[in-house]
């Protein structure tokens, strides 16, 4: 099995070398990312192995068709940047539904510390040798109540990190959760009622028609004054936009962001040579109580070993079975791995 390996980092061939080895998968590693002008790197390939950037719209997707490459292997578990519908009967597509909740849900706690904590002006600081306390006045996560949208396998694992620190969390998701909500520390809300009541945002959500700026500017209207938001999901859940007014007002007293709307054009890549040419991300960056981190909340070692040993076997299964029970399939529901495995 040869599968073009797509925007491909140092830290992503060690894994999947190995694992490819052990299962007679051999890729082919290209440091581009998969779109329109480049899906011709496909040729001769039985599938491709994408990540979050790359492009797999109805154009790419009959190209990959008329070269005969029968598998799109997602190696992460959100596929916004896929056309399921434009997919269905014509090339089947895998993804990995969990690699390690902890690596996304640690990093949102991490960097909600940072923010409310000062730590990364503090470390700034003493590196100058300036010991002073002025400005760097945090608060308390204990007692405070957080509201986490969406209940999957990391918005799980957050909220029981937050329960850890004593906080009251508010939760919203779809499909709920059973057992979860214990009507007390933990209970499901309306979303009008969780964004009026969290002094703490966290976004654990898929990109869809239904979530696309699931923050805008009456949901930030309706919060209370000072919210921090937290989004290590999808960056188009947040209207970028919106959120740069909000903070301006002073309405959202922090933000920490891992993912960004338009982050496609930049992360995964070193602009420090050059002038950032999108004015909203360059703002974001420069406000005090911003933290940006690269969408690199999945980037532990744990998390890159689960990554390539879900997507090889799930190459390995498609090739030797026909089947795969990480297969998405936009009869089943675009938002729900395939029920049948035989759904064309």
């Not at 760097?136 to 007692?143: P, Q, R, S």
């Not at 329960?163 to 057992?179: P, Q, T």
């Not at 007014?245 to 309405?251: E, L, Q, T």
């Amino acid at each position: 099995m040869k599968i073009a390996f797509f925007d491909a980092k140092p830290y992503d061939k060690p894994s999947f070398d190995r694992i490819g080895a052990e299962n007679g998968v051999e890729f082919k590693y290209y440091e581009t990312k998969l779109n329109r002008d480049t899906v011709e790197l496909a040729s001769g390939y039985d599938g491709v192995c994408v990540f979050v950037n790359d492009t797999v719209d109805a154009a790419v997707i009959d190209r990959l068709c008329e070269l005969g490459v029968r598998v799109v292997a997602l190696r992460c578990a959100g596929f916004n940047n896929v056309d399921m519908k434009y997919a269905y009967g014509k090339i089947h597509v895998l993804r990995v539904p969990a690699y390690s909740p902890y690596a996304v849900a640690e990093h949102a706690i991490a960097m909600l510390l940072t923010s409310i904590r000062r730590i990364h002006k503090a470390y700034i600081r003493t590196r100058d040798f300036n010991f002073s306390l002025a400005g760097m006045t945090g608060f308390d996560l204990y007692g405070k109540t957080v509201g986490v949208i969406g209940t999957g396998r990391i918005g799980r694992v957050f909220i029981d990190i937050c329960r850890g620190f004593g906080m009251r969390v508010l939760a919203y998701d779809k499909f709920r959760a059973e057992g979860l909500d214990n009507g007390d520390t933990v209970r499901y809300v309306p979303l009008e009622e969780l964004f009026e009541n969290s002094d703490i945002i966290s976004l654990h959500c898929p990109l869809t028609e239904e979530t696309y700026h699931i923050i805008d500017r009456d949901v930030i209207d309706k919060c209370k004054k000072g919210v921090v938001i937290i989004n290590t999901s999808r960056g188009a859940l947040v209207d970028a936009e919106a959120l740069l007014a909000g903070i301006k007002s002073r309405k959202i007293g922090a933000a920490c962001l891992d993912v960004y709307e338009e982050e496609s054009d930049f992360f995964f890549e070193d602009f420090s040579g050059h002038i950032l040419e999108d004015d909203i991300l360059a703002r974001l960056i420069s406000m005090p109580n911003v933290i940006v981190t690269s969408h690199q909340a999945f980037l532990t070692e744990e998390a890159l070993a689960n990554i390539a040993e879900t997507t090889v076997k799930n190459i390995v299964g498609f090739f030797e079975t026909a089947q795969c029970p990480n297969e998405l399939c936009y009869r089943c529901g675009a938002a729900e791995d395939c029920k049948s495995g035989r759904c064309f």
